[in-house]
């Protein structure tokens, strides 16, 4: 992310997140990135009724191209192997960040809405 510094702002969840809301959620299952427990913030970027599509190591949200997936060589995987597609279901969205070398959804899939723990604004 082009910032460096959020106000964190712990609310229970709404559902009425547009898209590039940040959100802050706990990591859960995505180490030895991201110690379980951590907090991330990333951007909502994928909801509910939304087609991801990751093909030839890009991701597209609905079409749109958003990135290239740069991270496959530190995470010593062979080229098409997150290639994949699906609707984010009613309970989840999707989670990407403007970074390019980022670790998000466009690894890990969409994350459960239950998981969101608050919003971030960037200050800086």
């Known amino acids: 992310m082009p910032?460096?510094?959020?106000?964190?702002?712990?609310?229970?969840f709404h559902d009425d997140l547009h898209?590039?809301?940040?959100?802050?959620?706990?990591?859960?299952?995505?180490?030895?990135?991201?110690k379980d427990g951590?907090?991330?913030?990333?951007?909502?970027?994928?909801?509910?009724?939304?087609?991801?599509?990751?093909?030839?190591?890009?991701?597209y949200v609905n079409g749109?191209?958003?990135d290239r997936l740069w991270g496959l060589t530190y995470l010593h995987e062979p080229p098409g192997s997150y290639d994949r597609s699906f609707v984010i279901k009613d309970d989840e969205i999707l989670?990407?960040?403007?970074?390019a070398g980022s670790y998000d959804g466009r690894y890990w899939g969409p994350l459960k809405k239950d998981r969101i723990v608050g919003y971030a604004k960037a200050i800086f």
């Not at 951590?38 to 991701?59: C, H, M, Q, W, Y």
């Open 64 to 66: 749109v191209y958003w």
């Open 95 to 99: 989670t990407l960040s403007v970074n």
């Open 38 to 59: 951590s907090l991330l913030t990333k951007f909502a970027a994928g909801l509910p009724g939304d087609k991801v599509e990751i093909r030839n190591d890009r991701a």
């Open 3 to 12: 910032w460096t510094a959020f106000l964190y702002s712990k609310k229970p």
């Open 19 to 34: 898209y590039g809301d940040l959100v802050v959620f706990r990591s859960q299952g995505l180490e030895p990135i991201f």
